[in-house]
């Protein structure tokens, strides 16, 4: 029963091993599957979610962002703020971190003030958030990290393709987020600890995280540094880290890798991509998530701009477009077990109309 509890848990880890394993049975196992594995990828992703780990452990970024939100004293100016904070979080922390951490803190606030009308709209523009919001570093969502290590880009390049596509997306949640009537509230304080030491000793952490990702020190350094750091400190963060995750990108390295050796898929999919990578990136992601979209695609094409830009604006649409949706899907239902109808065909219209602006106003900036 565990076991079933576990894959039902993690669907995506689950669809990404019956993908692995349903190539395997076509592409026999041989040498060149060490190839599929992109290592660096893999202990990137490992050193920032394991720092994001200990940070949750000493209540970092929910006292941070519950003393933002009670400098906000109305319902319009609390849900830009947690929405905001989720985005920026999204940034930094990654896009599924960023909604672990704070959908809760929404909850929190909303519920405690008699505010329950506006959860099922700020859950989903924190979604929005989250996803959207990510999209402008390489570690704000596992697919960046993924594109930004295989096709090496460089960092001013990576800004200079995704500022366009955040920019629209920021006007767009800001823009949602003013229909919210300004009623006055008044949000009550949450017992929480901190922890001054940890906390200095952990920005640093996050500090080498990053310079690993942005490539200015070698990735092997915090693969040794990161997790030992964390066991004698604080071993707990280091089970918290999201391994099924880690093991979804190895299964879908394999799945793609597999794929990317089958002469009709190799056929098939270079020419969809040619005619419009952006749209097929995009439309890739309702089907298949944004992350096996990004590894399966990235096979296929070396034009890795529009690709990026797909599989980023293609976390908006369908539930399953990004694991981050159905996170906040997941926290959602925890608290309005009987709404899940009522959820679903408002996080359909707002993230359909996301996906439809983003896709037409960046194929038009592309065609400039």
């Excluded at 319902?75 to 929405?83: G, H, P, Y």
Aim: hydrophobic letters at 50%.
């Amino acid at each position: 029963m565990r076991v079933l509890r576990f894959f039902k848990n993690n669907i995506v880890l689950t669809i990404s091993l019956c993908a692995a394993f349903a190539t395997a049975l076509i592409v026999k196992p041989d040498r060149t599957y060490l190839d599929y594995y992109d290592i660096k990828t893999l202990t990137c992703l490992f050193c920032v979610l394991a720092v994001i780990c200990a940070f949750r452990r000493i209540d970092f970024f929910y006292i941070l962002a519950q003393k933002l939100v009670q400098h906000f004293r109305n319902t319009r100016l609390a849900v830009l703020v947690l929405v905001y904070i989720t985005l920026i979080g999204s940034m930094l922390i990654t896009n599924d971190t960023a909604l672990l951490t704070f959908l809760p803190l929404s909850y929190f606030v909303l519920h405690n003030t008699k505010n329950d009308k506006y959860l099922s709209f700020t859950f989903i523009m924190q979604n929005c958030a989250a996803n959207l919001g990510g999209m402008l570093t390489p570690f704000g969502n596992p697919q960046n990290l993924y594109l930004y290590t295989k096709f090496r880009i460089p960092n001013h390049t990576f800004l200079s393709i995704m500022l366009p596509p955040f920019l629209i997306s920021v006007l767009l949640i800001t823009l949602c987020c003013l229909f919210v009537k300004p009623e006055p509230l008044t949000i009550p304080d949450q017992p929480t600890h901190s922890d001054p030491k940890r906390t200095v000793i952990y920005g640093l952490l996050f500090v080498l995280a990053v310079a690993i990702v942005l490539r200015a020190l070698p990735y092997w350094i915090g693969l040794i540094v990161i997790p030992l750091t964390l066991f004698f400190l604080d071993c707990k963060a280091l089970k918290m880290i999201d391994y099924p995750l880690l093991l979804t990108f190895a299964a879908f390295f394999t799945f793609s890798g597999n794929m990317a050796r089958m002469e009709s898929v190799q056929s098939l999919f270079s020419a969809l991509l040619q005619k419009n990578t952006l749209l097929f990136s995009a439309l890739s992601c309702q089907v298949i998530s944004n992350v096996p979209a990004a590894i399966l695609l990235s096979q296929f094409t070396n034009d890795y701009a529009p690709l990026l830009q797909g599989v980023n604006i293609g976390g908006a649409g369908t539930l399953i477009a990004s694991l981050a949706s159905l996170i906040t899907f997941q926290e959602y239902i925890r608290h309005e077990p009987h709404k899940r109808g009522r959820f679903i065909a408002l996080f359909s219209v707002v993230n359909f109309a996301f996906l439809f602006i983003l896709l037409v106003a960046q194929m038009l900036l592309n065609s400039l």
